[in-house]
């Protein structure tokens, strides 16, 4: 089992490579194989999700291999749900255990025929793809935007568009709206009136284009800053007109103390005084800053309550209990009361390990949350090689921080 060491210096101070949008350069990705374009797309993710994506989009076979990604899954399934042929898809043993069912329902009620090859409502799958001509469809928002996404991104290519109507709260709202900004991008127009998305038949016109830098993976990073002594950091390549929900974690920070500066090729983040002793927040829109948000808040002893966390028991691990596993290990009792809300009052008990290990679950924001907690505490993390998943050069850039250095 490989581990991770690591040592930070208490003074950050430098700039961060971060990594291109990977939930950009994912839907770009389909977009383009939907244009059957061959036209660039510049600053591509080097993450294994999108990776794998690229080589699905790419391969003349007819079976596929998604590994952990959820995202690169559900595109995939939607994707070839509409292409004339017979279709096997297959994926990791953990991402056999994300249900898949409302996806797969909705593109069967759209004309698909899509069949489960072991558990039901679970991958793997069978496709026989052929052309979907039906074109209103009703769908649970609340259980993951990615499921709406897929169908939104294939929506202009179906016989006769799509109506989708989209019952509850929308989970993770800010990456549907990312998907059709994208959409329009490209030369598709969408409606979007109350809780119902209206898209016509019509072709994308697609160009060439370049991704914007991760704004979450520059979470990792605010936090380091956050939890040391003093500093500066310089992220290259983030915007303020960002299509990504991510960015409105800025707000959040300069509550926890860290001030964010816009400049031509990136952005400065400065320590300022925080203004908060408790910090209550609805993550619904921010999902993926969960894991960040819980481990700086305990650091700098902030209690907190966190609703809007119901996805995060579906993601590459079971994000809360991992949360409150891993924190215990240094002494903060974190409790799910409820569903759907993740809570920390201040409750502490005292640590004795000099050296403490901080297991991973296959999941890549475990890693990158808990890796800045080196400038307090010394730690190690199991199976760091996950980071590869959305950030591969992560530990690379950290050590830029090292203590030793």
Known sequence: MKKQLVKLSKNVAGSVKLPASKSISNRVLLIRALSYSFLPIHNLSEAEDTLLLDKALNSNTNRFYTGDGGTTFRFITAFLSKIVGEWYIDCSERMKERPVKVLVDALNELGAQITYTEKEGYPPLH???????????????????????????????????????????????????????????????????????????????????????????????????????????????????????????????????????YEETGVRLTKVPRTIEKLHFDFSDMPDLVQTFAVVCCFKNIPFQFTGVETLKIKETNRIKALIQELKKFGYLLTEQKEGTLSWYGKRKGIDEKM?????????????AFAPVAIIHSIEIKNPEVVKKSFPDFWQELRKFDCNQ
Not at 171 to 188: D, H, I, N, Q
Not at 224 to 243: A, H, I, Q, Y
Request: no cysteine; aromatic share 10%; proline share 3%.
């Open 356 to 368: 403490v290990s901080i297991k991973t679950y296959g999941d890549h924001r475990m890693a990158m």
């Open 127 to 261: 496709i026989l793809g052929s052309n979907l001509n039906k074109s209103k469809l009703s769908i649970d928002g609340s259980i993951s935007s990615q499921y709406i996404t897929a169908l939104l991104l294939i929506a202009p290519s179906l016989v006769n568009g799509l109506e989708l109507k989209i019952k509850g709260n929308i989970a993770s709202r800010p990456y549907m709206e990312m998907t059709l900004k994208l959409m329009e991008e490209f030369g598709v127009k969408t409606s979007f009136v109350d809780n119902k998305i209206s898209i016509a038949p019509q072709d994308y016109q697609f160009k060439p284009f370049t991704v914007e830098a991760d704004w979450s993976g520059a979470s990792y990073f605010y936090e380091l800053l956050s939890l040391s002594e003093k500093g500066e950091l310089f992220l290259v390549g983030l915007t303020r007109n960002s299509l990504q929900g991510d960015a409105q974690q800025v707000e959040l920070w300069k509550q926890l103390g860290i001030q964010t500066s």
